[in-house]
């Protein structure tokens, strides 16, 4: 299984709203990712977990709230989003978090609107 | 991570072969060239990646100039399937900041019928 799956493939939340996005991987990978990618950029970092373990915050809001509860599942959990957080959020994988040979594997992303 | 430079779009018709270029010269001796592609509206796809050979796959072809301020990626028979946004990155190879992929503006490809 090569595959990163994402759900909800959309999502529309109010900003007073509570949801949370998750992510999967099956290939034994021990670093996972999520981006952020709005409309017409490339996709930004904005947290890397290693051995289900937070290493990398590239100074997200506090409104981002990402979770590992193992080594397959990774979650970001959303609270008072504003609406300029509507993006596509893109989670990835990669063997490990550093070293040679560690190509990242991309879901197909959330789709999330902030109304 | 060093720079990378990329035309912002190309075309090219279908059964041809697509020659990608970026520009990254100030790239240190420890640094890869990566290259991930974006179908619309997918999340990125890994393609290739290099140090100093050139490096071929099922999917493509990397070609690294000798003093590796250049290369260029080569999809040897494009179809319209490979009609995407082609991201060129550059990255270490271990320590620092390797965990980072930093995507630039890449190159969209259209390939035509």
């Known amino acids: 299984d090569t595959e990163v799956t994402q759900t909800p493939k959309h999502l529309v939340m109010g900003m007073t709203n509570k949801k949370s996005l998750k992510c999967e991987q099956h290939m034994g990978h021990r670093a996972m990712y999520w981006y952020k990618q709005k409309a017409k950029k490339p996709p930004e970092l904005m947290f890397v977990y290693s051995y289900e373990k937070l290493s990398i915050n590239e100074s997200v809001p506090s409104r981002f709230s990402p979770e590992c509860p193992n080594s397959s599942l990774l979650n970001l959990h959303l609270h008072a989003l504003q609406p300029e957080d509507s993006a596509l959020y893109l989670c990835?994988?990669?063997?490990?978090?550093?070293?040679?040979?560690?190509?990242?594997?991309f879901g197909p992303g959330t789709r999330l609107t902030v109304l | 991570d060093a720079k990378t430079t990329q035309p912002p779009s190309m075309d090219c018709a279908e059964g041809r072969a697509a020659n990608l270029p970026c520009n990254h010269s100030?790239?240190?001796?420890?640094?890869?060239v990566y290259w991930y592609r974006q179908i619309h509206s997918q999340g990125p796809q890994y393609i290739i990646h290099?140090?100093?050979n050139n490096e071929t796959n099922e999917m493509a072809s990397l070609i690294i100039t000798e003093d590796r301020k250049s290369s260029t990626l080569i999809l040897p028979h494009a179809t319209l399937r490979d009609t995407a946004v082609y991201y060129c990155?550059?990255?270490?190879?271990?320590?620092?900041?390797?965990?980072?992929?930093?995507f630039g503006k890449g190159t969209l490809l259209t390939v035509n019928p």
């Open positions: 990155i550059v990255r270490l190879d271990s320590g620092g900041s390797n965990y980072k992929l930093t």
């Open positions: 290099g140090l100093k």
């Open positions: 990835a994988s990669s063997r490990h978090a550093s070293g040679s040979y560690n190509e990242q594997f």
């Open positions: 100030t790239i240190s001796g420890n640094e890869y």
